[in-house]
């Protein structure tokens, strides 16, 4: 198979879902990162400009409002919808820089949180009125805590909009376990962190009709890294609902268009099978944070006699500590952590060498 070539730039429409379906038949997946801030996403882009391939970069709720700045205002989620809005002009303008493709994209939004993407959309629609484009490819709404029926319907109500501006819509069924960014499923009940393949022939019977929609399935997978042997893991699932979906409804293989989310602390085998089943984008954090975190706490515990005062060192009570200090040598040992982690995984999604950018 012939690698897909991709011009730089935000993947929207038609071309977001050429490049899934070719992620389906080339059996890769790609990272999707959660970002807070420009240091973040240019870690993130470096990474993609490493590994010649296209990046998902994706704020949350949260990681927009950070973006923002946490003291602003967030009553009526303002400082989030701001803050996303500003972090999807940063990365479009250096997306172009980078000479990079990126899927630009909104995290786990719950029903209560819906007037967030709600703004965001406003500002891509007006985005789309000036350029032609949206400001986003995709968001994301997580309504798995709803009854089925009504996720779908406030899903199919979001599509309509969405695909009017040449939009994606991640939705969610069944639920991840685990714990992020205030998304506490730590104590749901078993069964449903299982998906069942009725539910996602439900899904794709209420959005195929609509615009492009892509599935997060729960098969064990969980939001954050435990010790193994909690839940287990059981990419079958996503197999068995392709499966379901075909026969039901004469389609081509792997109709359906998954999502993994909590892929920090999986086995690269685990990876490998889920992605065979069709899953194209990988949803990573907690161990870029840890690839983040880890170099600056190296740096501090190795250079500590530098940074007690702004002068005065063991090379003498009066050294200068000004270039020990300066953020732009340590926050950048962070942003290289953070690249190198997503660079592996790349590979373990299966996607170097896949793209010609
Ligand atoms: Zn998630």
Redesign the pocket.
């Given at each position: 198979m012939n690698a897909l070539k991709l011009p730089p730039g935000i993947v929207t429409g038609n071309a977001l879902r050429d490049l899934y379906a070719y992620c389906k038949s080339a059996q890769c997946a790609l990272p999707a990162v959660n970002v807070i801030g420009s240091h973040t996403a240019n870690a993130a882009l470096a990474a993609a400009k490493q590994a010649k391939s296209p990046i998902i970069i994706q704020y949350s709720h949260g990681g927009a409002q950070f973006n923002a700045g946490k003291s602003l205002d967030n009553a009526q989620h303002q400082a989030s919808i701001a803050g996303a809005i500003a972090g999807a002009h940063h990365v479009r303008t250096l997306a172009l820089a980078y000479g990079v493709p990126v899927i630009l994209h909104t995290?786990?939004c719950a029903k209560k949180l819906l007037p967030w993407v709600d703004g965001v959309i406003a500002a891509g629609e007006a985005h789309f009125k000036q350029t032609g484009a949206p400001l986003f490819s995709s968001h994301m709404l997580?309504l798995s805590e709803e009854p089925l029926a009504q996720n779908l319907e406030i899903s199919k109500q979001y599509l309509t909009r969405m695909a009017k501006i040449d939009m994606t819509l991640e939705i969610e069924l069944g639920v991840?376990g685990g714990e992020?960014d205030g998304?506490d499923n730590a104590g749901v009940d078993n069964s449903k962190l299982y998906t069942q393949p009725e539910d996602v022939l439900a899904a794709y019977d209420a959005l195929h009709p609509v615009g492009s929609f892509i599935v997060?399935a729960s098969f064990g997978n969980t939001?954050g890294v435990y010790a193994p042997g909690n839940v287990k893991l059981t990419p079958k699932i996503l197999a068995n609902s392709q499966t379901r979906v075909k026969a039901d409804r004469k389609t081509d293989d792997k109709p359906v268009t998954f999502v993994f989310?909590?892929g920090s602390g999986s086995s690269p085998d685990e990876i490998r099978e889920a992605v065979s089943y069709g899953v194209v984008k990988m949803?990573i954090d907690t161990d870029t944070q840890w690839a983040f975190l880890h170099p600056i706490k190296t740096y501090m515990d190795e250079k500590s006699d530098y940074l007690k005062s702004q002068l005065g060192n063991p090379e003498g009570p009066e050294k200068p500590n000004k270039k020990h200090i300066d953020p732009r040598g340590w926050m950048y040992l962070g942003e290289k952590g953070m690249t190198a982690r997503l660079v592996q995984a790349f590979q373990d999604l299966g996607a170097t060498g896949k793209f010609e950018i």
């Open positions: 995290d786990h997580d991840t992020e998304v997060a939001h989310h909590g949803n």
